[in-house]
């Protein structure tokens, strides 16, 4: 089973800022295979990226992934009042398909 | 509209059966694995087994292996969680999610790209 870990564990920032996340994988996956995902409070997890670094359509283009082998980053460029929420990186390399911890965004 | 909607929410007791369901429409369901993804808030999101519809192929987590079974009923275009003897550990959101794909050149990208809005179960003596 590879394991996702995600850090910090809460990022306490102001509009306007940037954030960057990272998720460092225990093994190696492939180019193609991870993945970011946005969760707020009472709703379902959103799809932001695939393959590292492909925004999904109708995601705005402050979101930016990247890394490859071990180490991949979230960047959201400059925070917007509604990018405060928790994130996962997850891997699709196989199965278990395992999300990291999450690392929470918070306003400062 | 491409959708998966869940089955409403649930208190039971410890011990007991359960079954939630989630039902695809809007597109080939038979054509996208559906994935169990469990939330809790000490845990946050945990991938806990996935099914291909097509042909009922099912991959379990080693942490919830035995403890669940997943299945799907293609007829319906529903895929199925289900417990045989709750514990109150079971507390938690459920989602089911579809593992969308695309192609570019000679790679497939992979992601869990809709999602049903979640069944919250509660298991309570």
């Known amino acids: 089973e590879i394991i996702l870990t995600q850090s910090p564990g809460t990022l306490s920032l102001s509009p306007g800022e940037r954030a960057i996340l990272s998720c460092r994988t225990s093994q190696s996956v492939s180019g193609s295979s991870l993945v970011w995902y946005q969760k707020k409070a009472g709703q379902a997890p959103r799809l932001l990226i695939y393959?590292?670094?492909r925004r999904v359509t109708g995601i705005p283009d402050r979101f930016s992934g990247g890394g490859s082998g071990t180490e991949f980053s979230l960047t959201i460029s400059r925070l917007e009042p509604e990018d405060f929420a928790v994130y996962y990186c997850?891997?699709?390399?196989?199965?278990?398909?395992?999300f990291g911890q999450g690392t929470k965004v918070e306003i400062k | 509209e491409v959708q998966l909607v869940q089955s409403g929410g649930e208190v039971k007791k410890p011990g007991e059966s359960l079954k939630i369901s989630c039902k695809g429409s809007?597109?080939?369901?038979?054509?996208?694995?559906i994935a169990w993804v469990r939330q809790t808030p000490g845990k946050g999101l945990e991938w806990m087994g996935i099914?291909?519809?097509?042909?009922?192929?099912?991959r379990y987590s080693p942490s919830f292996q035995g403890r669940v079974s997943i299945s799907v009923d293609k007829s319906i275009n529903t895929a199925y969680l289900q417990w045989s003897s709750l514990e109150a550990s079971d507390n938690a959101i459920f989602y089911c999610?579809?593992?969308?794909?695309?192609?570019?050149?000679?790679?497939?990208?992979?992601?869990?790209?809709?999602w049903g809005q979640g069944t919250t179960v509660i298991v309570s003596s």
């Open positions: 999610a579809r593992r969308g794909w695309i192609r570019e050149n000679f790679y497939y990208y992979y992601g869990l790209d809709v």
């Open positions: 099914i291909n519809p097509g042909d009922s192929e099912v």
């Open positions: 393959g590292v670094s």
């Open positions: 809007g597109y080939v369901f038979s054509s996208y694995w």
């Open positions: 997850q891997h699709h390399d196989r199965s278990p398909g395992t």
